[in-house]
């Protein structure tokens, strides 16, 4: 076995499938990184990598003198939105597709003219921009400066191009989209510094912080250079005052170390010629200073601007040419690509190139010989994007399962929304179980399984006042149900049926692993547990319904309430109608319970007639594929899955119907642009559906599947929704149903839709 560097281990995965997989940069015309960056998608088109830790991105969400916005006067949750004219520099670490604001900081900036360190003086309207993938680049209106941006693994470097005359390089510590303050720097040579900038409080949790180091190079030496801090004006000849700099105080001789809340650094240099470039080089660690300049030396070592572009470039074009698809329209082609390319954004790689870490809710470090991921936001990627990564990318998420299970082997419990080392606590439900149990059960058996089963059995059963990922565990085990009130006082933010709903689909999964493994009466408890929804359930509504502390359903009660998002008792971020439906593991149990089949289908159809349906929601997102429970009524998956595909996944900036969530809508339009989807999570089995596409191959990794491919073939004359026609799906020769095991797909290696 060949041993790689940590250096190479972004790219390394990207080549790991097959030597005779060519990188096709051509590929790359498909993505479009502007989709998804309106309309609360919070994607964004910054320079990244596949997994990467750095991204660079165009920050736009901070004041201006032009704009009377800024970041404090709404919810930015995104470091950059397309309908924003003002730019204030690049930010880089930034997150992709989350409903909350965090990291998006170490905000460089190249401008002209006379040194100007406040940013709402020296940010500038922009033009011409364009993204792909690894790459951004836009000019600044104020400036006349072309500003472009490219990424590796832990760093990136950005060119910018001048008009000539005197050109600054700002490196500004005190703007971001991070909820806390403080950072440092200190000088290390005349084209180099390091720093520290503290980040964290992600989602209202004031513990989940942590430090974030970098160091910044710039490509030649400056004529000047120096610190600057905001502070009461004072007298001393270290600084300069003019009215222009308001209460900044800038650094002429000074060049130790500084320390403070908004404070920043700058490089000058004089009598530039038209068109001269100076790129500036930005290493990360969350470790130390030392590591974020090792991991940009490693990095970057004999690299320029353009090399590092080309390596990007190539590692995406690598990572996308696991699927080829044939047939379809441009703009579909675009779409699924666009879609596959979010959804490898996140998880992140951590890990130094030295292989350290910083380990799970503590102050230590660790070294690990594999990739330790981070950014796990699992509330939303449990129900679909761990499962592509499953299928397509499968090393990756081997690595995803040893983090997550080494996270427990350090603080004692599996992640819910982990940040760099982090537990937010974000969203509820026990997540990870799902994600384990469901690679377990595909094949991907190199991690701890009887560390993961211990960690996830202590979930399942440690008392509330000592269960930090169900906290509202002790009613659920003696009642089968959360009641209101129990967890939280206010009822009109109590989430306690969505609680619930989130514990039933992990016993679920959990009951199939501790079956497997003979922990018969376990799993007998479990299934049990799983089937408690049954308690919510209120004939009256038609709905599931919150339950007060003694059995009664709450009164009174309106199923619709929360529908925008406004706060509800007993359901998280939607109404009764996007929770209902939630019971992934037991549809004809449900079915049961709302009358019979006819009853089922006709209610689930009405929540697509009436707008009911919510294409943004995690819970409500596989209602499309619960037609193909009852048969004779599949037409109905295919033609609604094809009309919320047209409808909210396009081109445009808005072509996501919400929070992209760390990827997890773009992984719903990649699995239903393919024709399967992995509705039930923990168990490995898809729901079918019309493909998109004539022709999908996945190129798969034998090393887990056995197998090197993967074909999936439409009848280009099928129309989806159209009941008229019979579709006839056979895997690997064979007839076949709308749901099919993992096992039966890898083994059969092609599906095919026929008329």
Known sequence: MIKLSFAAVCLAGALSVSAAIMADTALLRYVDPFVGTTNFGTTNPGATVPNGLMSATPFNVTGSKLNKWDKDARWWSTPYDYTNSYLTGFSHVNLSGVGCPELGSVVTMATTGKL????????????????SPGYYSARFDKYGILAEATATCRSSVERFTFPGGQGNILVNLGIGLTNETGASIHRISDTEICGTRLMGTFCYNPQAVFPMYFAVRVSRKPSAEGFWKMQPPMSGVE???????GKYKIYTRYGRDIAGDDIG???????????????????????SEENALENLNAEQKDRNFDSVLAAARSEWASQLGRIEVEGGTEEQKRVFYT???HTLIHPNILQDVNGMYPMMEGNLNGTTERNRYTVFSLWDTYRNVHQLMTLVYPEKQSDMLNSMVEMYREW???????LYGRETFTMEGDPAIPVIVDSWQKGLRDFDIDLAYEAMTKSATTPGDSNRMRPDIDPYIAKGYVPLGFHQADLSGDNSVSHALEYYVADNALANLAEERGDKEFARELRKRALGYRNYYSKESGTLRPLNTD?????????????NFEPVPGFHEGSAWNYTFFVPHDIKGLAKLMGGDRKFVDKLQMVFDTGLYDPANEPDIAYPYLFNYFKGEEWRTDREVSLLLDKHFTTRPDGIPGNDDTGTMSAWAVFSMMGLYPDIPGVPEYSLTLPVFDKVTMHLDPVYHGTDSLVIEKDSRLQPGDSKHKVAISLGGKPAGRRISHADLIKAGSLKFKN
Do not use: H
Not at 557 to 563: A, K
């Open 339 to 341: 879609a596959l390319y």
């Open 265 to 287: 650094y700058w490089f000058s240099y004089d009598n530039l010629r038209p068109g001269e470039q100076i790129e500036v080089s930005v290493g990360v660690s969350f470790v």
């Open 551 to 563: 059995g009664t359903f709450l009164e009174p009660f309106n199923p619709r309430q929360g529908e």
């Open 116 to 131: 100007d360190v406040d940013y709402r003086n020296y940010g500038t309207t922009y033009s011409g921009e364009t993204a």
């Open 239 to 245: 600084a300069q005052w003019t009215p222009d700099n």
């Open 412 to 418: 004692g419990w599996l992640p819910k929304w982990e």
